[in-house]
């Protein structure tokens, strides 16, 4: 069974730029969450997606966006990049979202110059 | 407002001895907790989770313990082996579609 799947794994942007990250989830699993993680700051929630349809929404700015298409694949885009935004960005997925366990993939890292 | 905290940023046992992460939380809704390992360069995996309902679960070597009172939820790896070297994360869930993490506890197991 193929696990969570990111790509791209690393991308360098600079100021200003927008970029958009893609998660293939577990086949089967419906609910899919992104996270950011920074030194010091641990995995902070960005939005969860289950049936195209976003849930559940953590407290970033509107530059950073999302959706979910109807096989389950998720992306997320950050518009308008700023220094800050340099982390490492997970993508999970789950059955449902509500039990269990989050399987995560293996990150997205971002640098912004 | 950080709900899941873990203090210690860092913990050092020798190989062989018992190693406790801790975590605590302020949501008393929260209803299912989790841990999670992750080694550089790779995603968080799970390791073990405990539902509100009880106060102990157990996998091989892993044990979490729950104290609700308290808000407080523990980890303990016995015996640790350096290959456990790696950052621990506990994570809540309050049934929201949304799971918390703390800033997690980089472990590192002296051979």
């Known amino acids: 069974k193929a696990g969570v799947t990111q790509t791209p794994r690393y991308l360098i942007k600079t100021r200003g730029q927008q970029v958009t990250l893609s998660c293939s989830p577990i086949s089967g699993h419906r609910s899919v969450s992104w996270y950011q993680q920074t030194p010091g700051q641990g995995l902070q929630f960005l939005f969860e997606?289950?049936?195209?349809?976003?849930?559940n929404k953590g407290n970033f700015p509107g530059r950073f966006s999302g959706r979910q298409f109807s096989n389950s694949r998720s992306e997320m885009n950050v518009s308008t990049l700023e220094l800050g935004d340099s982390a490492l960005y997970l993508c999970?997925?789950?059955?449902?979202?509500?039990?269990?366990?989050?399987?995560f993939g293996e990150g997205s890292r971002l640098t912004v110059l | 407002d950080q709900q899941v905290k873990q203090n210690s940023p860092s913990l050092s046992v020798q190989e062989g001895r018992i190693s406790i992460l801790n975590c605590d939380y302020t949501n008393s809704m929260f209803d299912y907790f989790l841990w999670y390992k992750k080694y550089p360069a790779e995603g968080p995996t799970f390791l073990i989770s405990i539902s509100s309902i009880k106060d102990k679960n157990e996998d091989g070597r892993f044990t979490v313990f729950l104290n609700k009172s308290a808000k407080h939820l523990s980890l303990h790896i016995v015996p640790s082996q350096p290959g456990d070297s790696a950052v621990y994360f506990c994570?809540?869930?309050?049934?929201?579609?949304?799971?918390?993490f703390g800033t997690g506890t980089r472990l590192k197991v002296l051979a």
């Open positions: 997606y289950f049936s195209e349809t976003q849930r």
């Open positions: 999970a997925s789950s059955l449902d979202g509500l039990t269990g366990e989050l399987f």
């Open positions: 994570a809540a869930k309050s049934g929201t579609y949304k799971y918390i």
